[in-house]
């Protein structure tokens, strides 16, 4: 597998998950998904790079993060919110990204097929604001959020060991450009991603 | 034109009723599934006039194409008019046939494409649920701005197809802007109305009640903004299970 850090464009970018995770788009309260301090390259950070001659009136999209396992690499993409309106942007960053990363490492999606891994993170909305709408009338295109209704779906889907698609990233992406495609929530990320990694350190 | 009308009830019986007022459309109820199994054609002379009982109702609704020919011609006039087209697409997906009267079977059901027409009492019970719907559609059974109470529209189907049923109630919602009225204990059903409810641009013309049981009364809360509390009368039997998965006893 090819050595990140032989690019002097990601090795300039290292980072750790927890500030590739920082979501500041409030600026008076500033979150981040995750603690955990494991190594990472910073992909906007890369993407900025990239661009940076490239006098560009649209600025592409990227992944928050991209991180070198044993034997795989992940791009890991944080998002914090309700997720209808941001689904597109995720896929906008996923081929930005790609493109971006084959260009930089020279190898086609024959090789993302085979070494690269996806994760998305995500986060129910739960801003002050999301919260308060709730209490008024439904919106004609409106699904509320039912925390009890995600209780039943993971239940079920532990009953049958599988992990959910809920966001249709995995049918979309993996086997194509991705070896396999994660969806999690911040505490099975912890649980399934950051804790196995954190003690290989 | 709002009306104020005064029910007096007593020992479980409506004793009187201050106005006496007939809806301009009817109601259609749809309780059970095997109301399919007892249907049969209803002699001219015993024309049922008086809808006491909702299954004879239902059934004179689902067997009205073969004794009226200008309903025919009318649901022709509406299918050529794309209004139900898509309706019918998605209920052909797992219901391609149709309800036929025969001399052989009586009330059968013939698969597209496919001379052989099984008794209407031997196909799946599943199945029934979706017969009903699509022979009403194509009966002209549903009425604009009607009204259809379902009594547990799930039972009998498995989730996949509870999502399509959910569906397709919704699209009947919007199309004919009928009144629906359900009730259900399936989370899948909920969600599913939830989900294609906003997916169809109705979510706004929804409203979710809960009942309990207080000391012996049924209380019916709205819940529309809070359905979560729904969720999680329907999480418990999971959690109650978990729980005695783990006691001592």
Same mark, same amino acid.
């Not at chain 1, 971006?100 to 085979?114: A, L």
């Not at chain 1, 060991?161 to 990320?189: A, H, M, P, S």
């Not at chain 2, 029934?128 to 701005?145: A, C, M, Q, S």
């Given at each position: 597998?090819?050595?990140?850090? %032989? #690019?002097?464009?990601?090795? &300039?970018? $290292?980072?750790?998950? @927890?500030?590739?995770?920082?979501?500041? *788009?409030? =600026?008076?309260?500033?979150?981040?998904?995750?603690?955990?301090?494991?190594?990472?390259?910073?992909?906007?950070?890369?993407?900025? %790079? #990239?661009?940076?001659?490239? &006098?560009? $009136?649209?600025?592409? @999209?990227?992944?928050?993060?991209?991180? *070198?396992? =044993?034997?795989?690499?992940?791009?890991?993409?944080f998002k914090n919110g309700n997720m209808k309106n941001e689904l597109y942007k995720v896929k906008r960053k996923i081929f930005d990204s790609l493109l971006?990363?084959?260009?930089?490492?020279?190898?086609?999606?024959?090789?993302?097929?085979?070494k690269v891994n996806y994760i998305l993170v995500y986060n129910k909305e739960n801003s002050k604001e999301y919260i308060e709408s709730l209490r008024n009338?439904?919106?004609?295109?409106?699904?509320?959020?039912?925390?009890?209704?995600?209780?039943?779906?993971?239940?079920?889907?532990?009953?049958?060991?599988?992990?959910?698609?809920?966001?249709?990233?995995?049918?979309?992406?993996?086997?194509?450009?991705?070896?396999?495609?994660?969806?999690?929530?911040?505490?099975?990320?912890?649980?399934?991603?950051?804790?196995?990694?954190?003690?290989?350190? | 034109?709002?009306?104020?009308?005064?029910?007096?009830?007593?020992?479980?019986?409506?004793?009187?009723?201050?106005?006496?007022?007939?809806?301009?459309?009817?109601?259609?109820?749809?309780?059970?599934?095997?109301?399919?199994?007892?249907?049969?054609?209803?002699?001219?002379?015993?024309?049922?006039?008086?809808?006491?009982?909702?299954?004879?109702?239902?059934?004179?609704?689902?067997?009205?194409?073969?004794?009226?020919?200008?309903?025919?011609?009318?649901?022709?006039?509406?299918?050529?008019?794309?209004?139900?087209?898509?309706?019918?697409?998605?209920?052909?997906?797992?219901?391609?046939?149709?309800?036929?009267?025969?001399?052989?079977?009586?009330?059968?059901?013939?698969?597209?494409?496919?001379?052989?027409?099984?008794?209407?009492?031997?196909?799946?019970?599943?199945?029934?649920?979706?017969?009903?719907?699509?022979?009403?559609?194509?009966?002209?059974?549903?009425?604009?701005?009607?009204?259809?109470?379902?009594?547990?529209?799930?039972?009998?189907?498995?989730?996949?197809?509870?999502?399509?049923?959910?569906?397709?109630?919704?699209?009947?919602?919007?199309?004919?802007?009928?009144?629906?009225?359900?009730?259900?204990?399936?989370?899948?059903?909920?969600?599913?109305?939830?989900?294609?409810?906003?997916?169809?641009?109705?979510?706004?013309?929804?409203?979710?009640?809960?009942?309990?049981?207080?000391?012996?009364?049924?209380?019916?809360?709205?819940?529309?903004?809070?359905?979560?509390?729904?969720?999680?009368?329907?999480?418990?039997?999971?959690?109650?299970?978990?729980?005695?998965?783990?006691?001592?006893?």
């Open positions: 597998m090819i050595n990140l850090y %032989d #690019y002097k464009i990601f090795s &300039k970018n $290292s980072s750790s998950l @927890k500030k590739t995770s920082k979501n500041d *788009a409030d =600026k008076k309260s500033i979150v981040y998904m995750t603690s955990s301090k494991i190594n990472v390259i910073d992909f906007d950070g890369v993407k900025n %790079d #990239y661009i940076a001659n490239l &006098k560009l $009136s649209d600025t592409p @999209k990227s992944n928050d993060a991209l991180f *070198a396992g =044993k034997a795989e690499l992940f791009f890991i993409e971006i990363f084959t260009d930089i490492v020279c190898k086609g999606v024959s090789y993302t097929r085979q009338k439904l919106e004609k295109d409106e699904v509320h959020d039912a925390r009890n209704y995600d209780k039943i779906m993971n239940s079920l889907s532990q009953f049958a060991n599988i992990e959910l698609d809920i966001f249709g990233l995995r049918n979309q992406f993996e086997k194509l450009y991705f070896k396999e495609v994660y969806t999690y929530t911040e505490q099975e990320f912890e649980e399934k991603f950051v804790k196995q990694y954190e003690t290989n350190i | 034109m709002k009306l104020l009308i005064f029910l007096t009830v007593a020992d479980n019986e409506v004793k009187n009723i201050s106005e006496v007022f007939s809806l301009n459309t009817e109601v259609i109820y749809i309780d059970d599934p095997f109301a399919l199994d007892e249907i049969r054609t209803i002699p001219p002379f015993f024309k049922i006039i008086n809808y006491t009982n909702h299954r004879w109702h239902l059934q004179s609704k689902l067997i009205n194409i073969y004794n009226d020919s200008s309903v025919k011609d009318a649901i022709n006039e509406i299918i050529t008019s794309n209004k139900i087209d898509n309706i019918l697409t998605k209920i052909n997906t797992i219901c391609s046939g149709e309800m036929i009267q025969n001399r052989r079977v009586g009330f059968g059901y013939k698969k597209s494409n496919s001379d052989i027409v099984l008794d209407i009492k031997n196909i799946s019970t599943g199945l029934k649920t979706f017969v009903i719907l699509k022979t009403l559609l194509l009966n002209g059974g549903l009425e604009e701005n009607g009204t259809i109470v379902l009594d547990e529209p799930e039972i009998h189907l498995h989730p996949e197809w509870q999502l399509l049923f959910a569906e397709l109630i919704v699209l009947i919602q919007k199309e004919f802007g009928m009144h629906i009225l359900l009730n259900t204990h399936s989370p899948y059903f909920l969600r599913a109305i939830q989900v294609y409810s906003a997916k169809y641009e109705i979510a706004d013309k929804c409203k979710y009640y809960m009942s309990e049981n207080i000391s012996d009364k049924a209380m019916i809360k709205d819940v529309t903004t809070s359905i979560n509390e729904v969720y999680a009368k329907l999480a418990k039997p999971l959690e109650t299970l978990e729980i005695e998965r783990y006691s001592d006893d």
